[in-house]
């Protein structure tokens, strides 16, 4: 029987309650709340995103203070890798140009493109099957 010890738990504070800094008000936090939202969101940028996307994002944007670092990092998107920003995903072959099996991209949710609501989705999404798969 195969063990698996994966980030999930990572994500859990101690109290048992998952840290989501959604409803934080940026305008009233003080700097390691932001600090604290802005890694939550790194972390899940990271992911979804990669290094050097997440890297080109936040040069381009150029934050200068805590709010816009966290603002910054919330407004990335990126053209989704699953259906190549068509919001269709196709499996199978093609008979006359036609994708046998076709339907809506859950990676981006037949946007085209992940946002971090996706990115933290997929995580959600990716760390379960991987628990379902386990178990
Ligand atoms: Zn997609």
């Keep these: 029987m ?8 990572a994500t859990l504070t101690q109290g048992g309650a998952v840290y989501n800094p959604d409803d934080l008000d940026l305008n009233t936090a003080s700097v390691e709340e932001l600090r604290k939202a802005y890694a939550f969101y790194h972390r899940a940028a990271l992911y979804g995103a990669g290094q050097f996307k997440v890297k080109a994002h936040l040069e381009w944007v150029n934050p200068k203070t805590p709010i816009e670092w966290v603002k910054a990092i919330k407004s990335i998107t990126i053209t989704c890798e699953r259906c190549k920003g068509t919001g269709e995903y196709s499996w199978g072959g093609t ?8 339907g809506a991209c859950y990676r981006c949710s037949g946007t085209g493109r992940q946002t971090m609501c996706d990115f933290r989705r997929n995580r959600g999404y990716d ?6 798969a386990f178990a």
Excluded: D, E, F, M
Excluded at 2 to 9: A, F, K, N, V
Excluded at 127 to 132: L, M, P, Q, T
């Design 95 to 102: 008979i006359n140009g036609r994708p046998v099996h076709a």
């Design 127 to 132: 760390n379960h099957s991987v628990r379902r």
């Design 2 to 9: 195969l063990q698996y010890r994966g980030t999930t738990q």
